[in-house]
């Protein structure tokens, strides 16, 4: 069973933090957890966007992934296109779903976490 670890803030968020440090941990279980991106939170991966707290990147945690074997993150296509995004806009590979996709994803996982 997938895990879906649902951003939705921006990346100035404390709740922000606390989805990725949630995320890193289930990674670093080998859980493969579902990162996906939604509304203001397309900006904790577009370029330009970074945001550091405590000498910490937003975006160089988001990196740590990759020694997982996490799968891309999903962000919403009616979301890129109210934002004026495309797939190039972002510092890592993501995976463009429409929003009926997500759904039928998430109506069959018990996992489900929001930040």
């Not at 957890?33 to 975006?59: F, M, Y």
């Not at 995976?95 to 929001?114: D, F, G, H, P, Y």
Request: glycine share 6%; charged share 20%.
């Amino acid at each position: 069973m997938i895990t879906f670890i649902m951003q939705t803030q921006a990346p100035s968020a404390t709740a922000t933090w606390h989805g990725q440090d949630m995320l890193l941990a289930l990674a670093s279980l080998e859980l493969n957890p579902q990162l996906v991106l939604l509304g203001d939170a397309l900006a904790q991966l577009q370029r330009g966007k970074d945001v550091t707290r405590e000498q910490r990147s937003l975006q160089k945690r988001y990196g740590l992934l990759g020694l997982y074997d996490c799968p891309a993150p999903l962000v919403i296509e009616e979301d890129l296109l109210e934002h004026g995004l495309s797939s190039d806009d972002f510092v890592s590979d993501v995976r463009i779903i429409s929003r009926a996709e997500l759904l039928a994803s998430l109506s069959q996982s018990t996992k489900v976490m929001r930040f």
